[in-house]
């Protein structure tokens, strides 16, 4: 089975660092495009940033709001997505989700919680 | 960025209702536009890819349509498991942007 589990998530004050990860089964994640998304509590998803699959040099690319703060990373020989947040704002509060880019976002990951706050 | 407007924001419908949501893109996306599906407190499921293609596993009494800039999702047949909230994302040009979503409730 296709599964994508999110771990990390916390309460951190601001100007604070968390590192999210993403274990993937059930694939081979460096065959493949990930992504994170994110949902600010009662808001839609914000797309954050994208890594590219092994065939493509695992390229990144990121919102704005990422960028400089927010840094996607991925370790194929363990079958798992990070996403390092530094800097963090309040405004980064929400729940975090892995994906698998391919064919649009076909499978998501329950989602990880990521509370910024003093 | 490409900015992504959905019609209705909210609709109320009955079950065995036919129900079209609308999602328009500020430029052209050609057919790189997604649908999902989202419960409360769940993730979001993908329903539709490349505009008209099911995700595997979705029932067929989901389908979507459109190219260019407007889109459309329709659900055949309203079920008591298809209310949620359904939200089209484009992937045609970084930044990827979600419309707002279209609640959809019991009437």
């Known amino acids: 089975e296709v599964q994508l589990v999110e771990s990390g998530g916390g309460l951190v004050q601001p100007g604070g660092s968390l590192r999210l990860s993403c274990a993937a089964s059930?694939?081979?994640?460096?065959?493949?495009?990930m992504d994170w998304v994110r949902q600010a509590p009662g808001k839609g998803l914000e797309w954050v940033a994208r890594?590219?699959?092994?065939?493509?040099?695992?390229?990144?690319e990121y919102a704005a709001s990422a960028k400089g703060r927010l840094t996607i990373s991925r370790d194929d020989s363990k079958n798992s997505l990070y996403l390092q947040m530094n800097s963090l704002r309040t405004e980064d509060t929400a729940v975090y989700y892995c994906?698998?880019?391919?064919?649009?976002?076909?499978?998501w990951g329950q989602g990880t919680t990521v509370t910024v706050s003093s | 960025d490409i900015q992504m407007t959905q019609s209705p924001s909210s609709l109320s419908a009955s079950v065995g209702d036919r129900v079209t949501i609308t999602c328009r893109a500020s430029q052209d996306i050609s057919n790189s536009l997604t649908w999902f599906q989202q419960k409360p407190g769940k993730a979001p499921k993908s329903l539709i890819y490349d505009a008209s293609t099911l995700q595997s596993g979705v029932p067929s009494k989901f389908s979507g349509s459109g190219s260019g800039t407007d889109f459309t999702l329709t659900i055949s047949s309203l079920q008591p498991e298809d209310f949620a909230t359904y939200s089209c994302?484009?992937?045609?040009?970084?930044?990827?942007?979600f419309g707002p979503g279209t609640k959809v409730d019991i009437k």
């Open positions: 994302q484009q992937y045609k040009t970084y930044p990827y942007t």
């Open positions: 994906a698998r880019g391919f064919h649009g976002f076909d499978v």
């Open positions: 890594s590219r699959n092994k065939a493509n040099g695992y390229t990144t």
């Open positions: 059930g694939f081979t994640l460096s065959d493949h495009y």
